[in-house]
């Protein structure tokens, strides 16, 4: 006898009964289905560093001369209405480096300046609004105007 034939006779009492179907269903819903199928995300985190590599920024600008000459002329005629009581009332140009990749971003701020620091050499301001503070390094500071004599 061959082995099937064998097996045939062996398992004959339940060969020919029906596929027992459970009493309670347990299918998936679409959204796990789905998610069996989904991608495999092979490289974690690559979606993110292709995004941050296509982020621009703006390599820092270094002032010519004549630039830094202006910027001084104007942080001296700020220091002498700040010394008779004034606060006067400016807009500021300035460079914010970028914490993740080389170079950053140029912002401006207006507000009232509250203090000029020549030892930390920074200039403390409120920004429109007067609430909060802006400090900027001497350094980061790309162009400066004063709007009002406050």
Same mark, same amino acid.
């Given at each position: 006898m061959?082995?099937?034939? @064998?097996?045939?006779?062996?398992?004959?009492d339940i060969l020919l009964?029906?596929?027992? =179907? #459970? =009493?309670?269903p347990t299918y998936l819903s679409l959204r796990e289905r789905a998610a069996q199928f989904a991608p495999f995300a092979a490289l974690a985190g690559y979606e993110e560093m292709v995004?941050?590599?296509a982020r621009l920024t703006e390599p820092e600008k270094e002032l010519s001369e004549w630039e830094l000459q202006l910027l001084d002329g104007t942080l001296h005629q700020m220091e002498e @209405?700040?010394?008779e009581g004034r606060k006067p009332q400016v807009r500021v140009d300035?460079?914010?480096?970028d914490l993740r990749k080389p170079g950053g971003s140029r912002e401006t701020a207006e507000g009232m300046v509250k203090e000029m620091d020549p030892v930390f050499r920074r200039l403390i301001l409120f920004e429109k609004g007067g609430t909060d503070l802006l400090v900027l390094p001497? #350094?980061?500071?790309?162009?400066?105007?004063?709007?009002s004599e406050g």
């Open positions: 061959k082995p099937e034939e @064998q097996a045939e006779k062996t398992y004959a009964l029906p596929y027992p =179907k #459970s =009493k309670r995004q941050e590599e @209405q700040m010394k300035y460079f914010v480096r001497f #350094s980061d500071i790309l162009n400066m105007e004063i709007l």
